[in-house]
């Protein structure tokens, strides 16, 4: 159901989680084209320091704090989700866009924040909300590719993702939310169900145009996301990872009892704020790029497409604030939506440095 944008305040949400690094290149995309988003977060001092350098309104709160953060919500008609681990931090925002009645997006790639916020898709019709999980780099380049691929081959029964990231880098948050979720990293779809499987369980070749390099099977989001999307019922994705991060996936098989332990979990993610930069440098964004290979397989045929797009964090920042830009002006769809969902297939073309072919 189209959401009314005559009920819509023009162009008021809120980012929680602003001062991370993709809240900041968000934020920074959003001024840019006029936007004035309230900033929020749990730290005032960071989130002071951003709101002077913008000139914007801020919010510092702990999300536990219901009553403070229920009525930053009134004050707007939408939160862009940015404070990971979503797997922690989901459930508390999706519920109380609910009880407040607005739209909620979030940057997660994890799929257990994908497919509780799936079960609570009558709520948020009856809330007359959209919930959108996965509106950056994971999910909707991939979950656009997917669905692309599925009006080509309706009967499909298996699609594979591949993907690779060319001169990016990874963030402390990206890096944090991945030790969250190292015990959930085997993760396919088989006969429609979501199916645990060993870390690494598959290593293949993919050739993303300059000849094969090795890809691991991981439990990217659209395990669940494309899915929703095209209900095809068997899902890989594999990543493009070094040698070295290959055989550590196959090593957690054995030691995984021991670093899946909440201490040793714990411990990690407060030496990646030693080791780990914040982010990729501003050139990287600038000149890094993403390249997904998919295919789609029924009984009798195959398809295969490729997308090139801009590097993961730059590329976040692009679809979260026209995704934004949409639920103000009243371009949405009320209830769980995937990106293709809520706005087709070719929904990431529109972005500079996308470029996408069909393959033989």
């Not at 008021?12 to 959003?30: D, R, W």
């Not at 395990?223 to 040698?243: D, G």
Request: proline share 5%; charged share 25%; aromatic share 10%.
């Amino acid at each position: 159901m189209i959401y009314s944008c005559s009920v819509m305040m023009m162009g008021k949400f809120l980012i929680y989680g602003s001062y991370g690094y993709t809240g900041q290149l968000i934020v920074e995309l959003a001024v840019k084209d006029g936007m004035r988003p309230i900033l929020a977060g749990r730290d005032e001092k960071k989130l002071r320091t951003q709101a002077e350098k913008y000139n914007l309104e801020y919010r510092a709160f702990p999300l536990e704090e219901t009553d403070k953060l229920e009525s930053a919500l009134l004050e707007v008609d939408a939160v862009l989700h940015c404070a990971g681990p979503f797997v922690l931090t989901f459930r508390q925002m999706a519920e109380a866009c609910i009880r407040t009645k607005r739209h909620y997006v979030d940057i997660s790639g994890e799929i257990e924040g994908f497919e509780a916020l799936a079960i609570l898709d009558d709520e948020a019709k009856d809330a007359n909300i959209m919930m959108m999980p996965g509106g950056g780099f994971d999910v909707v380049p991939s979950d656009c590719l997917a669905a692309y691929l599925h009006k080509k081959l309706p009967t499909a029964t298996n699609l594979r993702l591949f993907i690779r990231g060319i001169g990016g880098g990874i963030s402390r948050g990206t890096a944090r939310s991945g030790v969250e979720n190292m015990h959930r990293e085997g993760r396919i779809r088989k006969d429609s169900k979501l199916t645990q499987v060993p870390p690494a369980w598959k290593v293949r070749e993919q050739d993303f145009g300059r000849g094969p390099v090795r890809v691991v099977s991981v439990g990217w989001g659209d395990v669940s996301t494309a899915y929703y999307s095209t209900k095809v019922p068997n899902i890989e994705t594999y990543f493009a990872l070094p040698h070295i991060a290959i055989s550590f996936l196959k090593l957690s098989r054995v030691i995984g009892p021991l670093v899946y332990s909440r201490p040793v979990r714990n411990l990690l993610k407060w030496l990646i704020g030693y080791v780990f930069p914040p982010g990729p440098s501003r050139s990287r964004n600038e000149t890094g790029y993403s390249l997904i290979v998919g295919e789609m397989r029924d009984d009798d045929r195959v398809v295969r497409a490729k997308l090139r797009v801009p590097e993961g964090y730059w590329c976040t920042a692009l679809t979260t604030v026209e995704i934004m830009k949409r639920i103000s002006n009243g371009d949405l769809k009320t209830g769980f939506q995937t990106p293709s969902l809520a706005y087709g297939a070719d929904f990431i073309l529109q972005f500079n440095g996308v470029e996408r072919e069909d393959l033989q």
